[in-house]
């Protein structure tokens, strides 16, 4: 199965800050891989997903863009930070079945 | 559009009473669907269901699909303290590489 890895685990930046946030996969090759945001306690809404290297596709029109520079390398950017920003951000990566792992998250606060 | 809705939005229990929650949808090519026990951070996957009628079933946890009526619904039977969490529902669509998800079940369960 696979593993899913994210970094940093908390992250407080100024408005107006530029963010990248990193996550790596293991244990598969050629995953789909997610970028998810978490309300507080609530839902989760798909930001952007990619089924190969340098496939990027967005789902909600926002401040921020993702990249995919390597197989089991996902990238989640912005150049400047908003507050409606702040979230949990979740990585995950898809086998072909359909089933989702996710990593451990990234609580962003835009201060 | 795709739509996932799950209920309660809440819900408070004391320990070993049995729990069901619920999951409807309205997509247009329906695949599969999943699952997942969120706590303090990522969620991890239970279940996942593509057949209607076949329960699938893993300790106090159980699962069951109705393809006709459109729902899942997720039972716990003697419920722990360590129940409680957010439990999210999500679709797959057939030929898409993504998940809808549900708002999310908030479970309490009180000593």
């Known amino acids: 199965s696979q593993t899913i890895h994210q970094w940093p685990a908390t992250l407080v930046q100024p408005v107006g800050s530029p963010l990248s946030l990193e996550c790596t996969v293991e244990?598969?090759?050629?995953?789909?891989l997610y970028w998810y945001r978490q309300a507080a306690g609530r839902g989760l809404q798909l930001l952007f997903y990619s089924v190969g290297i340098g496939q990027i596709s967005s789902e909600v029109p926002q401040n921020l863009s993702a990249s995919r520079p390597q197989d089991r390398q996902f990238i989640l950017s912005s150049k400047k930070l908003l507050l409606s920003d702040s979230g949990f951000y979740l990585c995950?990566?898809?086998?072909?079945?359909?089933?989702?792992?996710f990593g451990p998250g990234t609580r962003l606060t835009v201060t | 559009e795709d739509k996932v809705v799950q209920s309660p939005l809440s819900l408070v229990v004391h320990e070993g009473d049995t729990v069901t929650l619920n999951c409807s949808y309205e997509v247009t090519n329906f695949r599969s669907l999943l699952w997942y026990k969120q706590e303090k951070k990522a969620p991890t996957f239970l279940f996942m269901l593509?057949?209607?009628?076949i329960e699938k079933k893993s300790g106090r946890l159980s699962s069951i699909l109705d393809k006709k009526e459109l729902f899942s619904i997720l039972n716990i039977t003697a419920t722990q303290t360590g129940d409680s969490a957010i439990y999210l529902c999500a679709v797959q669509i057939q030929g898409a590489q993504k998940l809808v998800f549900g708002q999310g079940t908030r479970l309490t369960i009180n000593p």
């Open positions: 244990g598969t090759s050629n995953p789909n």
């Open positions: 593509t057949s209607s009628g």
């Open positions: 995950a990566g898809g086998n072909y079945i359909g089933e989702q792992y």
